[in-house]
């Protein structure tokens, strides 16, 4: 089905409901969906099953089926004759009995007859088919043919054209995503419309020539060497009707693939505009085949690069399934100070081993110390030389911290990115190795600032820079807890590469994501391509799925994966502050009150400049940590400190956080009440913030307390109206009677106690009764 064409499917449905006696002629060229668009817009207006679909009108063997093709009749007596030179020489009464009898029975709606299949709408053609729609309005029939091209001059004006055209990048791309297995990448979906010419038949045809990387982007595809079957289908017709003249200009025509998010479809020479690029490469086998000399030095699609140039172009459009060797075994066979650039840069954004620090220089010999520019700058002339020099520490020092895990002075490492930072004409894949370090030494106001200040250099940026863009944005927002935004430039990322989702460090930004935002606990911790991923992407994965197992309220697993986050990633992207308290916050929810064990003592011991927790949020979190670790009992002064003592309101994120940790520590330390109003406000506030996720994790740690012997369900978080209708529900009413008695839809009935089992932490109301007869709020007594 073809999407997209919401003012095509109007016209149609109007045409179909109208009573005006008139023709509609859909014109387009083969593959361009009239078929599927005229049954999607008859559907649409209730005549999917009143509809009669004729196939092969201008055949010796025409036949009429229904729109879900389940029904066939022939219709041979009544095929359209070569020339017609009486309206008598076709018995236009007869095919609609015949085609009324059959449909009679089909059921209610718009009586449509969607003669298929005309091809070129001759003269002979059209005055045929104005004869049958003559006969068919008559017989309360509207008349909608599908036609090629239209040689009928002039038509009748009871004809109305309505011209098909290309389908845009959106609604290729669903027609694609519909019909294939393999997600596209938004690049390939660009090329695919500029080379069909937005035709969907001829797009389906390319794509299914094409492999699972270059369909995902993982490895290069910039046109077609031949013309296939379908597109010389569509354009034969065309094509015989150029002059010798036209066909040769054609042939000759640059044929580039258009670049991504970039030109109309569109070439043009002195003579002609190459709308339809295939026609143009179908003139140029015509004339090759005739000997034409001219044609042999004909510009092609420019993807013949070789050598160090091919490996930049594959590390540009991360088309990393076609790296001949390990990227930095590349570097090695051809030094050169932008490769090298190229290669450090999607080694350190994607998180592949593809370099080994531990042993030996951390460039190959021959790539000069000019590299870091390449890394940093699209071009470095007027950079100074003092912010070049502090480029090249900035890139040895992440380098070092990428294969050792050390970082010997981050307050030079703080300085040389202030430095850095504000510089023009960075590359993205630059800037987001810089919002990361910035991170992880706690100034997510420097890196929020650094996305800032280049947000409007992106015109001319590689697709990995556009990766590269919105993984540094999701970086700071899952730092700063916005987790919908998380998810969002996870989504723009991968559309323009499938691939990215297997990343590491994506698929760990996406699991802390999708927990805080719909409770989702993470189905696996099996990386992708495991073994291929550094010790920094690992630890950061880790933490992110510690951090996810933290909110759903797998207290436990958090434990264990933040344990090993730490030791695998000494300064993860999230600050160390922020993961150490998930890691506290962890073992106090799953172990009994006491010591933190010591393990966790020793991952504590490094010392936390102030600089790490100058930000505000930043600031909240150490609170918590200290107030966690500070064991004051309940009700914990440090914990009221932390609440209310901040100078900057907090975030709604870090406020949560802290009521969920003080709720925890409180119940767990035998101040139920305490806890219990903590979670409480952590409850309205999650759902308020867009973060419910959080319900599951409180329902669970409640639970698991209840289970152990504490208070009783959390019936008091529930509201006067579904207590009313748990109570209802509790003493057998049906939802129709609850409805009635609280004067509101049984769909509102359904909704609000599918909300009160979710707060309740349970399935059904089987489980509501089993809940009120063990445990019952004081409130659910009364009739």
Same mark, same amino acid.
């Given at each position: 089905?073809?999407?997209? *064409? ?12 109208d009573l005006d006696p008139t023709v509609l002629v859909v014109r387009g060229l083969s593959g361009i969906g009239k078929t599927a668009t005229v049954i999607r817009a008859l559907k649409q207006v209730g005549a999917g099953s009143s509809a009669v679909r004729v196939v092969r009108p201008c055949s010796p063997r025409p036949s009429a089926h229904d729109l879900e093709n389940s029904r066939r009749i022939d219709l041979s007596a009544w095929s359209v004759p070569d020339h017609l030179e009486h309206d008598s020489d076709f018995d236009a009464a007869g095919f609609l009995r015949a085609v009324s009898a059959w449909a009679d029975d089909a059921g209610t709606g718009p009586r449509v007859l969607f003669v298929d299949d005309v091809g070129v709408l001759t003269t002979e053609r ?17 008349? %909608?043919?599908?036609?090629?091209? %239209? ?12 011209e098909l055209g290309p389908l845009d990048r959106g609604s290729l791309r669903r027609v694609l995503d519909m019909e294939l297995s393999v997600p596209v990448a938004a690049d390939v979906v660009e090329q695919l419309r500029w080379w069909s010419a937005g035709n969907p038949r001829i797009a389906l045809e390319l794509a299914g020539a094409l492999s699972s990387g270059e369909l995902r982007g993982d490895a290069a595809w910039t046109g077609p060497e031949v013309v296939g079957s379908a597109a010389r289908r569509v354009y034969r017709a065309m094509l015989a009707g150029l002059d010798p003249a036209t066909m040769t200009a054609l042939a000759t025509a640059p044929l580039g693939a258009a670049p991504f998010g970039g030109a109309a479809l569109e070439r043009r020479d002195a ?13 140029? @086998? ?105 480029? $090249? ?5 992440? =380098? ?18 202030? =430095? ?8 993205? !894949? ?59 430039? =996870? ?93 506290? @916050? ?18 504590? @011991? ?11 949020? !930043? ?37 949560? *956080? ?37 319900? *599951?994790? %409180? ?14 369900? @959390? ?10 209708? !748990? ?34 932490? %349970? ?16 409130? =659910? $007594?009364?009739?």
């Open positions: 089905m073809v999407h997209g *064409r919401d003012r095509e499917l109007r016209v149609i449905g109007h045409f179909a409901t059209a005055r045929w088919l104005q004869h049958l729609a003559d006969e068919a309005y008559g017989q309360d029939w509207r008349v %909608i043919a599908a036609v090629r091209s %239209i040689s009928a001059d002039p038509l009748s004006d009871d004809v109305e054209v309505l003579r002609s505009a190459v709308r339809h690029p295939l026609l143009a490469l179908l003139c140029r @086998e015509a004339r090759g085949a005739e000997g034409h000399a001219d044609l042999r030095d004909a510009p092609v699609a420019e993807h013949d690069v070789t050598g160090a140039h091919a490996v930049e172009h594959i590390l540009d459009g991360l088309h990393l399934d076609e790296l001949p060797a390990r990227a930095w075994a590349v570097v090695a066979a051809a030094p050169g100070p932008r490769l090298a650039a190229r290669a450090v840069g999607v080694s350190l954004l994607t998180g592949r081993t593809w370099m080994d620090h531990r042993d030996g220089p951390l460039v190959p010999d021959g790539v000069g110390p000019e590299w870091t520019d390449h890394l940093w700058w699209r071009d470095a002339a007027g950079i100074p030389a003092d912010v070049r020099a502090a480029g $090249a520490r900035v890139a040895l020092t992440l =380098l070092r911290l990428e294969g050792t895990g050390e970082l010997p002075d981050p307050g030079a490492l703080r300085a040389d990115l202030r =430095l850095l930072g504000p510089t023009p004409g960075q590359d993205w !894949v630059g800037v987001e190795i810089q919002v990361r370090a910035l991170l992880m030494l706690g100034d997510v106001v420097g890196a929020r600032s650094l996305l800032a200040d280049h947000s409007g250099a992106a015109a001319r940026s590689t697709v990995a820079e556009i990766v590269a863009r919105d993984l540094a944005a999701a970086r700071v927002a899952a730092f700063d807890g916005r987790a919908v935004d998380v998810r969002t430039h =996870l989504a723009h990322a991968a559309e323009l590469r499938p691939s990215v989702d297997e990343w590491l460090p994506a698929r760990g930004l996406r699991a802390a994501a999708d927990a805080v935002v719909d409770g989702t606990a993470p189905a696996s911790t099996m990386p992708a391509q495991a073994g291929s991923w550094s010790a920094r992407a690992l630890g950061e994965y880790a933490a992110d799925l510690g951090a996810a197992h933290l909110v759903v309220g797998q207290a436990e697993g958090a434990v264990a994966l933040l344990t090993i986050a730490l030791e695998h990633c000494a300064w993860p992207y999230r600050g160390r502050v922020q993961v150490r308290c998930d890691l506290v @916050e962890a073992v106090m929810a799953s172990t009994p009150p006491g010591r933190v064990g010591p393990r966790v003592e020793r991952l504590l @011991e490094a010392p936390v400049a102030p600089e790490e927790r100058s930000a505000v949020d !930043v600031a909240a979190a150490w609170s918590r940590l200290s107030a966690l670790l500070a064991d004051d009992g309940t009700p914990s002064p440090a914990f009221e400190a932390a609440l209310h003592a901040a100078p900057v309101p907090m975030s709604p994120w870090q406020r949560v *956080r802290m009521l969920v940790a003080y709720g925890r520590y409180a119940v767990t330390r035998g101040g139920r009440a305490t806890g219990t109003a903590m979670l409480d406000e952590a409850r309205t506030l999650v759902r308020l913030a867009g973060m419910a996720g959080w319900l *599951r994790g %409180i329902d669970v740690f409640l639970a698991e307390t209840d289970a152990s012997g504490g208070a009783g369900p @959390e019936w008091e978080v529930l509201g006067r109206h579904e207590r009313e209708m !748990v109570r209802l529900a509790v003493h057998g009413a049906t939802n129709s009677q609850i409805a009635q008695a609280t004067f509101v839809s049984e769909r509102t009935v359904v909704n609000r106690l599918r909300q009160a089992y979710t707060t309740l932490g %349970i399935r059904d109301r089987r489980d509501l009764v089993r809940l009120a007869e063990t445990r019952p709020p004081a409130w =659910l $007594a009364g009739g």
